[in-house]
């Protein structure tokens, strides 16, 4: 078995927002399909150490903001690099709007956004697949969706062309996303900010 197969998949990209009393929290997630046409419904399957994960279970709304390529990387930073448990991901961006659900969407590197109230939750382990129906939806630019083949070629910038950073740290990037760390030792409990994969995802640059 190759378990490459799995590279061979492709996705979109998607910035998933949820509110929670005072709280507003978003994370990046490449797992946003159309589950059924009658009734239209949306699935995602988020990763349970996300806290966008845990806002969305307790409050069953969301709205997906469809990232595009025109998206520049400091929104995947944003919202990919930190966990919103300690951080407010909103400090100091303004790219956004309020819907009608009272979530926030992007309207910056996004072509359209849909608001779904969740109807089914499936727990899949260490994510947890929500099904919900849509309230709401917009177009907000004619730009292409951006694929995540397109976000590694165009968006992400390009790793080092050597294993080691210019003043000679060594890096560590994650197989599954490319995500890299720069550091002599990997810690054993390092967890992928990005896809959220363990230590043992990662490789030396070499
Ligand atoms: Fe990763």
């Known amino acids: 078995m190759d378990n490459k197969a799995m590279y061979k998949l492709s996705y979109g990209l998607f910035v998933l927002t949820a509110k929670d009393?005072?709280?507003?929290?978003?994370?990046?997630?490449?797992?946003?399909?159309?589950?059924?046409?009658?009734?239209?419904q949306i699935s995602i399957c988020v990763n349970k150490a996300?806290?966008?994960h845990d806002m969305i279970l307790k409050t069953m709304?969301?709205?997906?903001?469809?990232?595009?390529?025109?998206?520049?990387f400091?929104?995947?930073?944003?919202?990919?690099?930190a966990s919103g448990r300690d951080t407010d991901k909103f400090d100091g961006f303004s790219d956004y709007?309020?819907?009608?659900?009272?979530?926030?969407?992007?309207?910056?590197?996004?072509?359209?956004?849909?608001?779904?109230?969740?109807?089914?939750?499936?727990?899949?382990?260490?994510?947890?697949?929500?099904?919900?129906?849509?309230?709401?939806?917009e177009v907000l630019s004619d730009t292409a969706s951006a694929t995540y083949a397109y976000y590694f070629e165009n968006i992400k910038p390009k790793p080092?062309?050597?294993?080691?950073?210019?003043?000679g740290q060594t890096i560590w990037r994650c197989k599954i996303c490319g995500y890299e760390y720069v550091g002599e030792e990997l810690p054993d409990d390092f967890i992928c900010p990005i896809c959220k994969h363990p230590a043992s995802d990662f490789e030396k640059v070499v």
Do not use: W
């Open 21 to 40: 009393g005072d709280k507003d929290n978003g994370c990046i997630i490449n797992t946003a399909i159309q589950a059924a046409s009658e009734p239209n």
């Open 50 to 52: 996300n806290y966008t």
């Open 61 to 72: 709304e969301f709205n997906v903001s469809i990232i595009s390529e025109s998206a520049d």
């Open 74 to 81: 400091s929104l995947f930073k944003r919202f990919g690099f």
């Open 97 to 137: 709007k309020t819907g009608g659900n009272g979530i926030r969407y992007i309207t910056t590197g996004t072509n359209a956004y849909i608001s779904v109230k969740v109807t089914k939750t499936v727990d899949l382990g260490s994510h947890t697949m929500f099904v919900g129906t849509i309230t709401d939806m």
């Open 160 to 167: 080092e062309a050597v294993g080691t950073t210019k003043d």
